[in-house]
């Protein structure tokens, strides 16, 4: 076994504690592989050890992997563990070393006496997230990194420590929370998003009688109304037999309440337009506190030559019975 360079030395020796007898690597060689695909597994490897004593990591770790696909031999396992430990990326240095405990040889384990403690240090460094979301299809982000959608089918397995929570999803109001992710345990995240608020509220009143509502030309009911709206500007008609229509237009903000009082104006039809009938409805106001008849007819100033038998202006009795 050769001696790693300095600089691996110091970049692995913390996570050793104390385990000098342990390489930082494992040589042992696969048992029942043909002798090209050892040679060549072989060749794959020393490359990677090459580039793990120059701290290249991402070229080590190409080499180990290719190595194994060659014939896959637990101690290429154990390097690839130590190549993701020194990148920082303890949830894949836990996997990969927890990997070579289960598939070496026991006369290989005997040889890393110093397995046991660092996958004790490697759990140390390594939280377990279960993230429970309400609503299907989040998308969940840990760390600013999408992880997945909700439901996830796994608890995640992350680098303890500080970490941001994020979850999104399309009509809801996106979620967000810093924690500390406790190492060697598991931690429960229920999530809740809340339904974005789209729409507004309008309610519509005139006095008097009920009179019907419509609403951007649709039918809506009739006053007192309360309608449900989507938020933005909106028209609306008030109508009322023997009044004129109301128009009116109002703008409808996310969780607003917008209340709308409007006055219905009676209309001028044929029959109030014609002189006889107000001017009879102010004789009948007048005389009728005094005298319970009738009134047909009463004095007014009519237009020449309409027929009726009198002048403008002339004065006539009134016609009681």
Same mark, same amino acid.
């Given at each position: 076994m050769r001696k790693p360079s300095g600089l691996w030395v110091v970049a692995v020796l913390a996570l050793l504690l104390g385990a000098a007898t342990a390489p930082a690597w494992a040589d042992a060689?696969?048992?029942?592989?043909?002798? @090209? &695909?050892?040679?060549?597994?072989? *060749?794959?490897?020393?490359?990677?050890?090459?580039?793990?004593?120059?701290?290249?990591?991402?070229?080590?770790?190409?080499?180990?992997?290719?190595?194994?696909?060659?014939?896959?031999?637990?101690?290429?396992?154990?390097? @690839? *563990?130590?190549?993701?430990?020194?990148?920082?990326?303890?949830? @894949?240095?836990l996997n990969l070393a927890q990997r070579f405990a289960r598939e070496a040889p026991a006369d290989l384990l005997a040889r890393v006496s110093g397995l046991p403690k660092l996958i004790e240090e490697l759990q140390s460094h390594t939280a377990t997230v279960e993230v429970h979301c309400n609503v299907a299809g989040a998308k969940i982000l840990l760390r600013e990194k999408l992880v997945g959608s909700s439901p996830l089918p796994a608890a995640l397995h992350v680098n303890a420590g500080p970490a941001k929570v994020d979850v999104v999803a399309d009509g809801y109001a996106p979620y967000h929370q810093e924690i500390d992710? !406790?190492?060697? #345990?598991?931690?429960?995240?229920?999530?809740?998003?809340?339904?974005?608020?789209?729409?507004?509220?309008?309610?519509? #009143?005139?006095?008097?009688?009920?009179?019907? /509502?419509?609403?951007?030309?649709?039918? &809506?009911?009739?006053? !007192?109304?309360?309608?449900?709206l989507s938020a933005? !500007?909106?028209?609306?008609? /008030?109508?009322? !037999?023997?009044?004129?229509?109301?128009?009116?237009?109002?703008?409808?903000?996310?969780?607003?309440?917008? @209340?709308?009082?409007?006055?219905?104006?009676?209309k001028r039809g044929a029959l109030t337009s014609r002189w006889w009938f107000w001017t009879g409805q102010r004789e009948v106001a007048v005389g009728?506190?005094?005298?319970?008849? /009738?009134?047909?007819? *009463?004095n007014t100033d009519r237009a020449h030559g309409s027929g009726q038998?009198?002048?403008?202006?002339?004065?006539?009795?009134?016609?009681?019975?």
């Open positions: 060689p696969a048992p029942h592989a043909s002798a @090209e &695909a050892r040679a060549a597994a072989a *060749a794959l490897k020393r490359r990677g050890d090459r580039a793990m004593d120059t701290l290249h990591y991402d070229e080590a770790l190409e080499f180990y992997q290719r190595s194994y696909q060659s014939y896959p031999d637990p101690a290429v396992l154990y390097n @690839e *563990a130590r190549v993701h430990q020194a990148r920082a990326d303890y949830p @894949e240095a992710l !406790p190492g060697g #345990q598991t931690l429960p995240l229920t999530i809740v998003l809340a339904p974005l608020v789209k729409n507004g509220t309008l309610v519509v #009143q005139v006095s008097g009688d009920p009179a019907s /509502v419509e609403i951007d030309r649709t039918a &809506a009911g009739v006053t !007192p109304l309360t309608s449900e933005g !500007p909106h028209s609306i008609v /008030v109508r009322r !037999p023997g009044f004129e229509d109301k128009d009116a237009s109002t703008v409808i903000a996310a969780g607003e309440r917008r @209340e709308l009082s409007l006055v219905l104006v009676a009728g506190a005094t005298d319970a008849a /009738v009134l047909i007819a *009463a038998g009198f002048s403008p202006g002339t004065q006539t009795a009134l016609v009681r019975w």
